[in-house]
């Protein structure tokens, strides 16, 4: 209940960052897909999420930089439930988001055609 709580806090302080991509990624704006947003996973809160496509967008910011060994353990545990975990650095996002857009969907295009093979 707690991580629920806490999903709830982020949903309601957002960055940025994270509401500039929801902007894109919200009611379905992006293929056609249902994304939600600060969502506990197992013990973990992930930035976004397309459960149909099992695939986790996390967004990084420079205290990333620290958290490497953190951030490929939890990656890792997330992978070993089924997703797939893609990852921008918020920079990218606010100087290239048509170029983040493009990445994602070719990400989530892939996870269609893993997902049905």
Same mark, same amino acid.
């Given at each position: ?7 709830? +806090?982020? $949903? ?7 509401? !500039?991509?929801?902007? %894109?990624?919200?009611? #379905?704006? &992006?293929?056609?897909? +249902?994304? $939600? ?7 973990? !809160?992930?930035?976004? %999420?397309?459960?149909? #496509?099992? &695939? ?62």
């Amino acid at each position: 209940m707690e991580l629920l709580n806490q999903a709830r +806090k982020l $949903r309601n302080k957002q960055t940025d960052v994270e509401g !500039i991509l929801w902007g %894109v990624l919200r009611n #379905r704006q &992006l293929l056609g897909l +249902k994304f $939600r947003r600060q969502v506990p996973i197992d013990r973990y !809160i992930v930035d976004f %999420v397309c459960f149909e #496509r099992k &695939l986790i967008v996390e967004l990084d910011g420079g205290q990333h930089l620290d958290a490497a060994e953190y951030d490929a353990q939890r990656t890792l545990e997330l992978e070993k439930r089924g997703f797939i975990v893609v990852r921008f650095w918020n920079h990218e996002v606010l100087e290239s988001l048509a170029e983040v857009i493009d990445s994602l969907s070719l990400a989530l295009s892939r996870r269609e055609r893993e997902l049905k093979a």
